[in-house]
């Protein structure tokens, strides 16, 4: 309730026909601080407040336990938004003023984000605002008389004798009848009303819809109002009373008049029926709406404007579409392209199988070292080497500016080849004893040579040329030079291993 000390006057007390019932009193209500009420907040931002606040349960005695976690999209309904993610905007409204504080946690396998909402009943520490009802009429003195009843005046309050103290004094003056004065403004009304329109103008205001002059007739009190008889008068002069009504007629429908009368979105009758008789945008007075008057040939001005406004209407659509799936990409997880809710960093399934990819190079080459009887010195402990090449590479990869899936992917490649050359080894070991044995053994084929690593180019993103395992298209991105994404060249790469255990 308000504390607002406005003195009560029972003069201006309602009527038996204006008397508050039970039903007029708010049943379920959501409690708004005052000082929330006056901070200056966005409708959007007071709004979500407001929503916020209808989550918390009044029961609850711990500050600490007083949590709203709507999703994100039922704020988004609420405000009316087309996009979800524009509820940041009156988060971060409200996270600055300090009535709400917010945590983020995960759900869903850590894939997915929300937040938790504690929503601030009083204000923060050191808050420099307004606090109540009266501290806004104290700093905005010149609208205090809004507060009072509207309608109502010092002046209706105090009694005639009140207003005019000498007249109380001279009985003798207030004996003398006051003579009133003519109201000129409605003289001036009648005097217009009496003056009769020109036949041409008549004309024109009758080529108007009935409905259009009956709101017109609720709004301005005439359907003939002084703006619209002016600009009939001033259209006269370019184009005939006929031509005239034919325009009005025409652009009822052409211009989107009907449609907005019948939806209930035609807010100014009088200003819509002004504007069915101007010109238009051709600076070619000859043209009527898109033709010549003269010959009924299309206007080559309008029909070049049409071509300039479609361009510039395609290229800002276009330029609105580019930045949106701009905006999307940054979402998208590197790796595997999805919205993971990582907010355009790699997911965790991305990472684990880098990770898991470069351990099993790692076993493999462990287990090719198991198999050789003459180990090399440098491949006693091929696991680790594995391990510390894919790490150096990473490194070399952070220091160079590379991003996470870069690091990822060097690191992946590095360990790679190092268990392709321990492999290598192996089969060369394996070749030895069977020469040394003198047995007929057919030469091993050379194992086939790793992909080098791929050299991104900087061009522009091109659609990937590898397919995928039910041989349709990839369909991801890529800037390498070798037409590969990241995918695909981990495929290949898995491939020539495979070749090169058969060999």
Known sequence: MSDFDEPYDDEFDWDGNDELVAEDWPTVHTPVPVWVLLAGLSA?????????????????????KRIACPKQKAIAVVLDLADD????????????????????????????????????YNPPAGYQGQMRLKHFYAAHPEVRSAAKWEGRTEAAKKPEAAKKPEAAKKPEAATVPAQKKPAPARAARKKAAEVAL?????????????????????????????????????????????QLASRVLRRWKTHGYAEKFETGRLERPVGAAVAMLRHGECPDLKCEDGELLATGEPCVLCVERGKDYKASHKAARDAQKEAAATAASRLLCPGCEQDRGTEGALCPLCVTGFENDIAGAADRAAGDVAKMENVPAEWTDARER???????????????????????????????SAATDIHRLRLAADADLHDRAQEPTPTPEAAPAAPPVPVMSGADPAPCSGI?????????????????????????????EDLATAH
């Open 468 to 496: 995928r395992w039910d041989n349709s298209p990839c369909g991801r991105t890529t800037k390498a030079e070798d037409g590969l994404c990241g995918v695909c060249r981990g495929a290949q790469i898995a491939e020539h």
């Open 85 to 120: 993610r524009q509820v940041a905007r009156y988060r971060k409204e409200l996270e600055a003023l300090g009535a709400i504080r917010t945590k983020k946690y995960r759900y869903a396998g850590r894939m997915r984000q929300g937040y938790k909402y504690f929503v601030r």
């Open 198 to 242: 020109a036949p041409e103008v008549l004309l024109v205001l009758g080529a108007y819809r009935p409905e259009l002059r009956e709101a017109m007739r609720e709004t301005a009190h005439t359907d003939a109002p002084k703006t619209l008889v002016t600009a009939v008068t001033k259209a006269l002069k370019e184009r005939t009373a006929e």
């Open 44 to 64: 959007k931002a007071f709004l979500m407040y407001a929503f916020l606040a209808e989550h918390i349960n009044a029961n609850i005695q711990n500050p600490n």
């Open 386 to 416: 594995v391990l510390t090449e894919a790490k150096c590479a990473r490194e070399r990869a952070r220091r160079e500016g590379a991003n996470d899936l870069g690091q990822l992917l060097a690191a992946q490649f590095a360990a790679r």
